[in-house]
């Protein structure tokens, strides 16, 4: 099984309509993160966690808003998706502290505003 | 937001040819990560580096965190088809995000 997943894979929809993305990790990492990538323009992080009760802006955290439900668990919402958000997103998690401070990615959520 | 200067942003490159790209920063970090992505796929790690001058390898890769802890290098030697995809590197500082480069496609002709 994958250590972190990530639902839906694809998902396409409508202007306005509420949207939320879903990462979950196998890991036992307290950090979590969401980044969206766009062509040509790398990784961006949209918010963070380093715990249940710990939630941080990333770069591009408007329009975006984030749940950590459980240590293993990450939610982005899109409140009212528009199609500059259309982009793939990425879930990824980290160890807290030592020299083990990399990081790994889900396979990532393609979405699609109309 | 910070972000890394990553080059070149493309290569094609013959099978066999030798790989070298790049990451410089205005600011110095003490960990330097690269990432391959393959199509449909997340980033997944290649090589990290946690001191200055150090020097990594993973078979054909190998990378090294410049000494003046703003840039780093990454170099594939003998490309293979399967060496295709997006890399990154990625730095940090501390407890900071990871801050990531805009990535370098790398197309091989067989």
């Known amino acids: 099984d994958a250590d972190v997943t990530q639902t839906p894979r694809n998902r396409i929809t409508k202007t306005g309509k509420r949207i939320m993305l879903e990462c979950s990790q196998t890991?036992?990492?307290?950090?979590m993160y969401w980044y969206r990538q766009d062509p040509g323009l790398g990784l961006r992080l949209i918010y963070y966690s380093f715990d249940v009760k710990d939630i941080n802006k990333g770069e591009i955290s408007d329009g975006y808003s984030v749940s950590r439900q459980a240590q293993a668990k990450f939610s982005l919402s899109l409140e009212s998706a528009i199609p500059n958000q259309t982009a793939l997103y990425f879930c990824?998690?980290?160890?807290?502290?030592?020299?083990?401070?990399?990081?790994?990615f889900g396979p990532g959520t393609r979405l699609t505003v109309l | 937001g910070q972000q890394l200067n990553q080059s070149p942003q493309s290569m094609f490159i013959q099978e066999g040819e030798d790989v070298s790209m790049n990451c410089t920063s205005s600011?110095?970090?003490?960990?330097w990560l690269w990432y391959k992505q393959d199509p449909g796929e997340g980033p997944v790690l290649l090589i990290a580096l946690y001191k200055a001058g150090e020097l990594t390898s993973n078979g054909r890769l190998t990378a090294q965190f410049g000494i003046t802890r703003k840039d780093s290098f990454l170099n594939i030697s003998a490309s293979i088809p399967s060496d295709v995809g997006i890399y990154f590197c990625?730095?940090?500082?501390?407890?900071?995000?990871?801050?990531f480069g805009k990535g370098t496609r790398l197309s091989v002709i067989a």
């Open positions: 990824a998690t980290r160890p807290a502290g030592g020299n083990t401070d990399t990081q790994y």
């Open positions: 990625a730095g940090q500082l501390g407890n900071t995000p990871l801050v």
């Open positions: 890991k036992g990492h307290d950090r």
């Open positions: 600011s110095i970090f003490n960990t």
